[in-house]
């Protein structure tokens, strides 16, 4: 997978990255939350471990908000599309259930995953401070992906469904955020 974005004037690579995941991670407390509304309905045992990934979440946005405000930038125009999305996908996966609920974390994951590992190839020599923010949240991501795999266990409908859209829709918001 190669890199690309249509940079702003005076913007490098390593903002436009930085900004791209910051409002991902928007969108990412915002599944969470919609999930943990509807989930205390549907599938309180799963509160918990939701409230956690969004606290995780959470953390891994004020750490690309503190880069971007040290280098003077402002956030993705896409911020509050990517908030509003994931709310919206939330509360849709929450009700929906268990399963649905695993299936999208792990198409999320998989994609957030898959362009984190090519930024960090892209900035590790270029822009140490943008490399240093994205490995930060690496393992949590990965353990977010790894945990919901257990879920889908629960059922095959839901996986099967919603892991190529919710893929697919990530893979447009990211591709939105780097070329906007």
């Not at 908030?83 to 957030?112: C, K, M, N």
């Amino acid at each position: 997978m190669e890199l690309t974005a249509r940079l702003n004037p005076g913007e490098t690579l390593g903002d436009r990255i930085l900004k791209v995941n910051h409002a991902g991670e928007q969108g990412a407390v915002n599944i969470y939350r919609g999930q943990v509304l509807a989930c205390r309905l549907r599938a309180p045992f799963l509160v918990d471990d939701l409230r956690t990934f969004q606290s995780h979440e959470e953390r891994h946005r004020a750490l690309f908000w503190a880069e971007l405000q040290r280098r003077a930038k402002p956030r993705c125009r896409s911020y509050h599309i990517c908030g509003i999305g994931g709310f919206l996908l939330g509360i849709t996966t929450g009700i929906l259930g268990p399963s649905a609920v695993a299936a999208t974390t792990i198409a999320v994951e998989r994609v957030v995953l898959r362009h984190l590992e090519v930024q960090l190839e892209t900035l590790r020599d270029t822009d140490r401070e943008a490399y240093t923010s994205v490995l930060a949240i690496v393992r949590e991501e990965t353990e977010h992906h790894d945990r919901a795999l257990l879920g889908t266990r629960q059922g095959t409908f839901w996986p099967k469904l919603l892991q190529p859209i919710v893929s697919a829709a990530t893979e447009s918001v990211i591709w939105l955020g780097m070329n906007l």
